[in-house]
């Protein structure tokens, strides 16, 4: 029983050849956790676990509607193989509201719920008590400290990060983050598990924010800082980083696409940790847009304005 491991931008959790998942929490938005069909299309069992039978059939049917525009694509010539397709994946995803009760059987858990350290530590220490011995622990923590989560299980030689990016079914990366106590073995399991779901594997040490957030958030606040400087306005920032620098989207709308609320919380959090550290500094007009609700895209206005 070689532990493997799988994780989701928001919900998951996985194993092989059993995988446990928890998406989200009481005051997170439910999530459809596409990512769980990418492990079980690549021949895992997957247990997505959330907090209400509601929430859990609302992420099932995301799934299904998911896997049936990738079976359309993919299977474009042929549309009967598609449907056998979706019907396989989705015969290898279950459900359940009582972690305890399924954990226990699982070689991978990844986590994927509210970003707040107390929920996180509180979920892994109860799960710590009936997961078997080999049970490998993950968290998509994308902001918070690795080794302070693993530090409420007694398992921190079994325990790492797993980061993916949203979209899972069509982002390849995945940030496989080793603490000081994460052992060689787990490292290797996760490193081959995230590769047998068709992803590019990525090492990191625990440091905030791993690789891609750490120069991705700090990016977008100087771009933020260009602006509040009167150096440069929002528009001819987001055309010179897309004309320039060949950027899909310019960094103000990026942080409107990501979310005001969620880009501030990292923030906020890196700032508690190092407040002497330039680039984890406060945003003067971010916090203004927090503060009045206007998060960016999803509530229609941020640092622009949306329809």
């Known amino acids: ?16 050849p059993d995988v446990f998942v928890p998406s989200a929490f009481p ?26 039978e509601d929430i859990l059939a609302k992420s099932r049917k995301g799934i299904e509607e998911s896997l049936r525009r990738v079976a359309k694509k993919k299977f474009a010539e042929n549309p009967k193989a598609g449907d056998e ?29 509210v970003e707040n350290l107390k929920v996180k530590t509180e979920l892994f220490t109860r799960l710590d008590k009936f997961a078997a011995e080999h049970t490998i622990f993950a968290s998509n923590t994308s902001s918070l400290q ?40 787990t490292f290797e399991s996760l490193i081959d598990f995230s ?9 990191c040490k625990d440091t905030p924010g791993f690789i891609v957030n750490r120069l991705l958030v700090p990016y977008l606040l100087e771009a933020v800082r ?16 897309k004309l320039g620098a060949g950027y899909p989207m310019g960094p103000f709308e990026l942080l409107d696409y ?11 959090g890196w700032h508690e940790m190092d407040a002497k550290n330039p680039l984890f500094q406060p945003s003067s007009s971010l916090d203004k847009l927090v503060a009045e609700n206007k998060f960016g895209k999803k509530t229609g206005e941020g640092y622009y304005k949306y329809k």
């Open 27 to 52: 005051g997170n938005p439910p999530q459809p956790g596409h990512g769980v069909s990418v492990a079980a299309a690549t021949g895992h069992t997957v247990v997505l676990v959330d907090q209400t």
């Open 258 to 268: 990501v979310g005001l609320d969620t880009t501030k919380f990292i923030l906020d």
């Open 226 to 241: 260009l602006y509040e400087r009167g150096d440069a306005s929002k528009e001819d920032i987001d055309t010179a980083m």
């Open 146 to 185: 690795i080794t302070s989560i693993a530090n409420a299980t007694t398992r921190q030689d079994r325990f790492a990060g797993l980061h993916f990016f949203n979209p899972v079914p069509l982002m390849k990366l995945v940030e496989v983050i080793k603490t000081p106590m994460t052992s060689q073995k």
């Open 85 to 113: 397709f979706v019907d396989k994946t989705l015969s290898s995803i279950s459900t359940s509201t009582d972690a305890a009760s399924v954990v226990h059987s699982t070689d991978l858990v990844v986590e994927a719920i």
């Open 195 to 203: 590769r047998s779901l068709g992803k590019h594997p990525v090492s």
């Open 1 to 16: 029983q070689e532990p493997w491991t799988f994780r989701r931008p928001d919900l998951v959790l996985a194993c092989l």
